[in-house]
C-alpha cells in the first residue's frame, strides 16, 4: 500500500508537469513563432520481488514478479518544426520564415553569443543597424563587396543596413542617348536659319546636369538631307561650357567645337531669308521701299555680295539726287542689316564671291554661303522616309566626345562619351511639324542613361533575404543579406524565453557563417510574421486528459489511505 500511495503521488507530479505545459502553451497562443511544446510520460523503475527462472526438461519458466513505483515525466518536446500560420502586417521588416527541407533561424546576437529565433518581427535601430523588436538583439548576416557589390559570405556580422554611405547612391555618367521622332520637311524651323533646335540633357560622373543643343538644317529635302550640329553645351545654370571650351586660354592646340561633335563641313549651305516689309523683289533685283535706305536698288544676280564674315556686303545703287544714307554710289549695305541673317553664319562664312539669288516665287530670297558647320549628315530614303544612315553610309549613330571637355582640367574631369543613335527618327509627313526629340539611354531605355546622386527612399527585403535599398535616382543598391541557421536536430534547441533558443550538444553546431534561406527551397516573406502553431483544440482535450489523470492518481491516494486505515482499525 505504501508503494501505491507514493504511485500516485508520482501521479500527481507528472500530470501537474503536463498541466504546467499545457497552461504554458495556451498562455503562448498568440505569441508571436511561439513552438508548443508536448510532454511525455515514462514509468519509473520496477521492484523485482522474484526473478525470473529458466524452463527445465519438467517444469516450464518463470516470469519474473515486478511492481512499478509510478511514473514520471520522460521529457518535454517542442514542437519546433511545426510552422504556424502566417500573420499578415505590412510592415517591411516583418519577415517571415517558410521551410522546406530543414527548419531556418533567423540568426541574432545579443552582445555576447549568437541566438537563433523564428520571430522576424525587426526594425532599424538608432545606429542603422537591424534589430529584433522585442529585445534589441541584432540581426546578423552578410555584408557586400564594394567593388563587385556582391555578398561575401564570411562570418556573420550585424546588418548595418543605414550607415551614412548607404544613405546616398553614386551617380552615373550618361553614356548613351537616342534621337527619335519626326523630320517634316515642311516644318518652317528645319528650313529656317536657326535650324530645328533639339535638345539633350546628360549628367557627368560627378552628377552634374548639362543640356547639349543641336540644330538640325534641311540641305535638300527632296532627297531626305539633313545635318545635325551641335550648337551649345549648357551646366544647370544655364552657363555656355562650350564657350569656355573653344575659348580655354593656355591649352595648346586651341580645343573647337570639331573635336566634340562631328567634322567641318564646307558645303555651300542655303539659308532662307524671308522678304520683310519695306523690301520689293522683282526679278534678281531688290528694292529698299522705306527707312534710310529707301529707294536703292541691288541686282543680286550679278554677284553684288562682298566681304567676308560679318563683314560682308551687298552692293546697290544709290537713287539719282536721293538725300538718303550714303554718299558713295554704288554704296555697299552690311548683309546682316538688310536681311534677317544670322549674325554667326556671316561670322563663319569663308567665301567673297557668294551670291544671293532670288527664288521662283519671287517672294523669298535664298542666300547660299560658305560656311563651316560642325554637323554631320543625317540621310533618310526617300521613298519611304525610314532612316538611311548619320554620318555615312552604314553608320547609325556617332560620338558625342563629351571626353574631350576634360582639357578645361588639370588632372581630368568628369565628363564621359555618349553615343548618339539615330535610328529612331523618320523623315515624313506630320502636318508641317517636326517631333525631333533626344533621350538619355540607349533603344531599350534602361542602359547608359546616367544619373544624378541619388538620396534612399526606402528599403526592402527580397525572398532571398537580400536587403536592397531604393534611390531617388532610380537607383537600388544591394546593402547586404541576412543568412539564417540550420541545425541537425532542431529540436534539441534549449528555449531560453524572449523567441530566442541557443545551441545544445544535442542540436548540433552553428558553425558562425550561416546559409542562405534558398539553399534548400526555403524563402522569406515581408509583411508576415509566423504565428504560433498552437492547436487550441488539442490542447483543451489534452487538459481534459490531464484533469482526469490527475483526479485518478489522487484516488489512489484515497484508497490506499483507505486501506491503512482498516489495517490500522484491525487493533482495537
Known sequence: MMRSLYSGVAG????????????????????????SSAVTFSDILYQTTSGASQATENTGGKNPNQIGLGVMAGSTKVSIESGGAAQSTGEAFDIKLTDSNNTNFFIVNNGSQNLFTRAGSFYVDGNGNLAMTSTGYMVQGWGVDPVTQTI?????????????????SAPEATTEAIATGIVDKNSPTITSNDGYVMSLSFYDQLGYSYTAKFAVHAIDTKEGEYNVELTDILDASNKSILEQYTSAAGITPAPTVQDLWGEANTTPKSYSLTNATGYSVSGTTITINDGDYKGYTADLGNGSLSGSGETMVVQFKRPTGSTAVGTDNPHNIPLKDIFSINKSVLAGATTTTTKLAVSENGGKLVAT????????????NANDGSFAYVGNTGEVAQTLKLSALNR?????????DVNFNFSQTKNLDNGGTSTLGADRGDTSGTIGLGKKIGNMTGVSVDQNGKIYGSYDNGNTVLLGQIA????????????????????????????GIGVEVNADGGSMTTGELEMSNVDLSKEFTEMITTQRGFQANSRIITVSDTMLEELVNLKR
Open 12 to 35: 500527481l507530479r507528472t500530470h501537474q508537469t503536463k498541466m504546467d505545459v499545457i497552461g504554458n502553451n495556451i498562455a503562448n497562443v498568440n505569441t508571436v513563432a511561439f513552438k
Open 152 to 168: 561575401v559570405k564570411d562570418t556573420v556580422q550585424p546588418l548595418r543596413i543605414l550607415q551614412p554611405t548607404n544613405k546616398t
Open 369 to 380: 554661303i560658305d560656311t563651316p558647320s560642325i554637323a554631320y549628315n543625317l540621310k533618310f
Open 408 to 416: 578645361l582640367y588639370q588632372n581630368g574631369g568628369p565628363f564621359s
Open 484 to 511: 539564417v541557421a540550420q541545425f541537425a536536430n532542431a529540436s534539441g534547441l534549449e528555449a531560453l524565453g524572449n523567441n530566442c533558443y541557443a545551441e545544445t550538444l544535442n542540436s548540433g553546431e552553428f558553425d
